[in-house]
């Protein structure tokens, strides 16, 4: 670890994907690691958050908390806006009174997804869902509170062994069923939560800036949904045959982004960090799973 000062590290919503993996991971690293949920600290409560803040002495922020339920989100505009701008804001606030360096998770949904390269930070955003146009609102309230050294990551297609994720329910699915429709015209990368955990620790040190920056990561690679639904079940040996559809075949509430391709460039270079192809990481996941066969 390159700073002197021991590093105290509030993670918030670590009961998530992200959370789960820090958690992990806390032992390979040497700093003081305080992990919240919902029943132990209330985020959208600013007095809360100071108090835990002041009493646990700390001076990093990862908050993985957010409100992800995409679909449930067209319906649920208030609860979504209350965790994934409003309490950010309260964070993004008391980071800047008290000097703590901020670590927040946004998402490829503040794009549309009609690009065709792939998306740099600086790129237009134009969320077209509830979640993307929340986590986006999330976003500017923190660039606009700017605290000191503090860095937003966008990310996309998370999964883990934690929690519930496109890995886990095509390996139900694919126990259950002889086929499964899988969407192909959707294309991005999958963001292997532990890969993105240990990016997170590994780069917090280094982490100097006067203004809030914006990087992309995810895994290396381009594949569709169908692609990583078939690589899933030959890694996993299910007999399950995986058609492809189109986007309009399965309707959801939220639209989600035709294509989700990040450009990682300006993370692997400020850092000097190398991220996993995602076939490795899906390898490593199914280990975890016990499903690698």
């Known amino acids: 670890m390159s700073s002197s000062k021991s590093l105290n590290i509030l993670v918030t919503g670590s009961n998530g994907q992200v959370g789960r993996e820090l958690r992990e991971l806390s032992k390979d690293y040497s700093y003081n690691f305080f992990f919240t949920t919902r029943d132990n600290l209330d985020i959208t409560n600013s007095e809360d958050i100071k108090h835990f803040i002041e009493s646990n002495n700390i001076n990093t922020i990862i908050n993985c908390a957010a409100y992800t339920a995409v679909d449930k989100a067209e319906d649920d505009e208030l ?10 804001k309260k964070i993004a606030k008391i980071s800047q009174e008290l000097n703590i360096k901020l670590v927040h998770i946004s998402t490829d949904y503040v794009f549309d ?19 993307g146009k929340t986590k986006l609102d999330g976003e500017i309230e923190m660039i606009k509170i700017n605290p000191l050294n503090s860095i937003i990551i966008r990310t996309s297609w998370v999964y883990s062994s934690f929690g519930n994720n496109f890995v886990k329910t095509m390996l139900r699915l694919g126990k259950e069923k002889q086929e499964l429709g899988v969407i192909f015209d959707q294309v991005g990368t999958p963001t292997y ?39 899933i079940m030959k890694m996993a040996k299910i007999k399950c045959t995986i058609n492809p559809i189109e986007t309009f075949q399965y309707p959801t509430p939220a639209s989600r982004p035709h294509y ?11 850092f000097n960090i190398s991220i996993p192809f995602w076939k490795d990481s899906l390898d490593e996941c199914l280990r975890a799973l016990g499903e690698r066969k």
């Open 79 to 88: 609860n979504a806006d209350l965790v994934n701008r409003k309490a950010v």
């Open 113 to 131: 997804g009609k690009n065709f390269k792939p998306y740099t930070e600086e790129f237009q955003t134009n969320p077209n869902s509830i979640y």
């Open 193 to 231: 939560a532990k890969d993105l955990a240990r990016a997170i620790l590994d780069i917090l040190p280094n982490i100097s800036n006067t203004k809030v920056e914006i990087y992309n990561y995810s895994n290396e690679g381009v594949l569709s949904w169908y692609d990583f639904a078939k690589e």
């Open 260 to 270: 989700s391709i990040l450009n990682k460039s300006k993370i692997k270079n400020k």
